[in-house]
């Protein structure tokens, strides 16, 4: 049994739940993912079936000059066409590894804009 049916399971078998174990169970199933890698164009292209959602790194998919520069980001167009045709069958799940969340450095809230730009 994979681990996530165990976990919901064991919060389904329970009397009570809390807020967050209702948050979990509640959340929508979506099957075998696929990380994307610039490797992979041909693979998704040819094998979609394998797989029921993308997940992407953003920050992987555009080149950042830095703060100062203008423009700060140019989108890498390679795979952005390959991942325009895939979001229109498959959800896609963003794993960003650029926000610094958690960490000493400053909150970049360019860095957020533009990933909610690649989200457009």
């Not at 703060?67 to 167009?77: F, K, T």
Request: charged fraction near 25%; charge should be neutral; glycine fraction near 4%.
């Amino acid at each position: 049994m994979p681990a996530a049916t165990q976990v919901l399971t064991l919060i389904s078998s329970r009397s009570t739940r809390t807020s967050s174990e209702s948050k979990i169970a509640s959340a929508p199933k979506l099957g075998v993912g696929l990380l994307f890698n610039p490797a992979l164009p041909d693979f998704v292209d040819a094998h979609s079936e394998s797989f029921d959602y993308l997940e992407i790194i953003p920050d992987r998919e555009w080149l950042d000059r830095g703060m100062n520069s203008s423009p700060r980001y140019s989108i890498l167009d390679k795979s952005f066409t390959l991942l325009r045709r895939v979001r229109e069958t498959k959800p896609m799940v963003c794993h960003a590894i650029g926000l610094s969340i958690g960490s000493a450095a400053l909150f970049d809230t360019g860095h957020v804009d533009q990933i909610r730009r690649l989200q457009e």
